[in-house]
């Protein structure tokens, strides 16, 4: 479970104005990912970032969306052989960014013509029918923020939801919806 210390902590810190501008981001450590088998980097900084959803349960808690984690990955290392999570980034209903394969690993969440240009970040849950909190949209945002001050993402990124860049119902149109008002989106 993620230490409740640590993420006091992060928010303590970015109060004090000492801490990442990155909100608090839960490592790989903290929600028991298994080890990483890949390898291949991604290009930085990316130009693009393609927004998903995993189409499958919700979490609200950091105990849930841990769980939710593990078992996305589970998934796609154990019964799709794949060599981590596919994202390098999943945003949970409890407003927490958790990371995946992190900003220098490249994805495989859009296909081969766009995982090696765009940061993928997908939104736990099933984003047809209803939106995510406002929690997490304000997660999301705080992440883009950083990865343009931290140098992963350039200034002047894109915001493509996935199904901009492959046959898909992804992200779902109450989450795309909310995509297409943001910032930076490009269809």
């Known amino acids: 479970m993620p230490s409740s210390y640590m993420l006091l902590a992060c928010a303590l810190l ?8 990155c909100g608090p981001i839960v490592p790989r450590g903290e929600w028991g990912a298994l080890v990483s088998k890949c390898v291949d980097p991604l290009q930085l900084p990316a130009r693009l970032v393609v927004i998903s959803h995993t189409a499958g349960s919700t979490c609200a808690s ?9 078992n996305v990955q589970s998934y796609h290392m154990r019964t799709k052989d794949w060599c981590d999570v596919s994202y390098n980034f999943l945003i949970g209903e409890d407003g927490l960014v958790y990371e995946g394969r992190g900003w220098r690993t490249k994805g495989a969440h859009s296909g081969p013509a766009w995982n090696s240009l765009a ?24 992440l883009l923020d950083c990865a343009v001050a931290s140098g992963y993402l350039t200034s002047n990124y894109q915001l493509k939801g996935h199904r901009d860049v492959q046959r898909t ?7 795309y919806n909310i995509l297409q008002s943001l910032p930076h989106y490009h269809k």
């Open 14 to 21: 970015a109060l004090l104005g000492l801490g990442s501008s």
């Open 62 to 70: 950091p105990a849930l969306c841990e769980q939710q984690v593990q």
């Open 119 to 142: 940061i993928g970040i997908t939104f736990m849950g099933n984003y047809m029918e209803r939106a995510p909190p406002p929690r997490s949209i304000r997660a999301l945002r705080s």
């Open 169 to 175: 119902q992804s992200p779902g149109d109450q989450l």
